[in-house]
């Protein structure tokens, strides 16, 4: 009878270990001014997040775990969950980034050098050799974001001297240390990632081979119920423009041009394709036919990406 009772008890603390809760905070420094892309991260889970521009964050948490923040010029700050809805961390100011504090423990098998990305910033800028120029990019963002990625073991992996970027070609994860040499991320060696723009809005994505084995696919909403993914691919086109003098044809400028398939999964099921059109999110979500139907009465104009994922968290709640 002890030996049930002690092994329910084990039951019930890894239970309640394994709940998160809504953590709201900010971050500032001694002066109080707001310190902007701070990494927040949950000490015992890979729970984490950037502050914004006005050093508010959220993130769900374990409430047993310590907040871990670090930034640039800062001194690690860690703080209690004592009140999840209102976490003030001031942060205090610390030795400027080493450029080299990357350590064999932490990335020796997660990045290798790209030949074919040395530098970023020129493919970011490339002119293009049509008169136009060129149009589009082969890149999620125009420049380089923050962001953190997480190991098939639930492991962090980050670091305030790396910046992000997502090569929609390759459908590969890419970081820089200088902004000048281009490092390809080790896809065998994370299973997600999450990257953050200028507003730190975050994008994430994940390894899902069932979608797509050799590129990562975004996930716009995930849920108890479903998970809404994304897959984006960009094709490069050359600039193609003919003329005879009195007709024409094809385009007078080089293109990457992005080309996107929905996919949805419910729980325990595989992936189905869906187009963004309201018959097939009705056949798609057939199980909640009620609540899908009043969503779409409700939210009328373009199915994008965000319509979407506002579609996803409302049939998960």
Request: neutral net charge.
């Amino acid at each position: 009878m002890k030996k049930i009772i002690l092994f329910a008890l084990l039951i019930i603390g890894k239970i309640s270990f394994a709940q998160t809760v809504s953590v709201n905070g900010t971050v500032t420094d001694q002066n109080g001014k707001p310190v902007a892309f701070a990494f927040v991260s949950d000490s015992q889970h890979p729970y984490a997040t950037y502050s914004d521009q006005s050093g508010a964050f959220s993130l769900q948490a374990d409430p047993a775990s310590n907040l871990i923040v670090t930034a640039n010029f800062h001194n690690e700050a860690r703080v209690k969950l004592d009140n999840p809805a209102n976490v003030k961390v001031v942060m205090t100011a610390g030795e400027a980034p080493k450029q080299d504090v990357t350590t064999k423990t932490t990335v020796a098998n997660f990045f290798k050098p790209d030949e074919n990305l040395v530098d970023h910033n020129v493919s970011i800028n490339r002119i293009g050799t049509g008169q136009e120029g060129l149009h589009g990019s082969r890149f999620l963002f125009n420049d380089w974001v923050h962001g953190f990625a997480v190991t098939p073991q639930d492991s962090l992996k980050q670091s305030d001297v790396y910046l992000f970027n997502y090569d929609k070609v390759g459908g590969n994860l890419v970081f820089t240390r200088n902004k000048t040499t281009a490092m390809l991320v080790v896809k065998q060696e994370i299973k997600g990632f999450t990257l953050f723009d200028e507003n730190a809005v975050p994008y994430v994505f994940e390894d899902v081979p069932a979608i797509n084995a050799k590129r990562y696919v975004e996930v716009l909403s995930a849920g108890k119920k479903y998970k809404i993914y994304k897959d984006l691919g960009t094709t490069f086109i050359k600039a193609n423009f003919v003329t005879n003098g009195i007709t024409s044809s094809g385009n007078n400028y080089d293109e990457y041009k992005d080309e996107s398939v929905y996919y949805v999964v419910k729980q325990g099921g595989q992936p189905q394709k869906m187009e963004p059109k309201s018959k097939a999110i009705k056949l798609a979500f057939a199980a909640d036919a009620d609540k899908v139907k009043k969503f779409l009465s409700d939210n009328e104009g373009e199915i994008d990406d965000n319509y979407l994922k506002a579609l996803g968290d409302y049939l998960n709640q």
